[in-house]
């Protein structure tokens, strides 16, 4: 049975950091994109940031670049978020997801982890 599970989320103050993480089973992770998204009470589900099978190539949205940072250890069938310099406006839920190429829309993704809350407060 194909699995995504998050893990890393937690309270933090601004400015601090946190590493998010994604393992996966039930399926041939080293095959699949992995994306990460987030949604804020009473938004819409948005993209963070998605890496691509090899790790070769990976995108972020404008309100993290700079910031977050996305990888994968296929050994391991894990994909991390680490994040840095968080503000309150990071505060969501992060979830990851696999199932379509990066750039897809949320919708188009198939697998879904039950996400892992941040809140960024002091």
């Known amino acids: 049975q194909l699995q995504l599970v998050e893990a890393g989320g937690g309270l933090v103050q601004p400015g601090g950091s946190l590493r998010l993480s994604c393992t996966a089973s039930?399926?041939?992770?080293?095959?699949?994109?992995i994306g990460w998204f987030r949604q804020a009470p009473g938004k819409e589900r948005e993209g963070v940031s998605c890496?691509?099978?090899?790790?070769?190539?990976?995108n972020y949205a404008d309100s993290v670049k700079g910031r977050f940072t996305i990888s994968r250890d296929n050994a391991k069938n894990t994909v991390y978020l680490q994040m840095n310099s968080l503000k309150p406006g990071d505060t969501a839920v992060y979830y990851c997801?696999?199932?379509?190429?990066?750039?897809?829309?949320?919708?188009?993704?198939?697998?879904w982890g039950q996400g892992t809350q941040v809140t960024v407060s002091s």
């Open positions: 890496i691509d099978s090899s790790g070769a190539s990976t």
């Open positions: 039930g399926f041939a992770f080293d095959y699949y994109a």
């Open positions: 997801a696999a199932g379509a190429p990066c750039g897809s829309a949320h919708g188009l993704f198939a697998y």
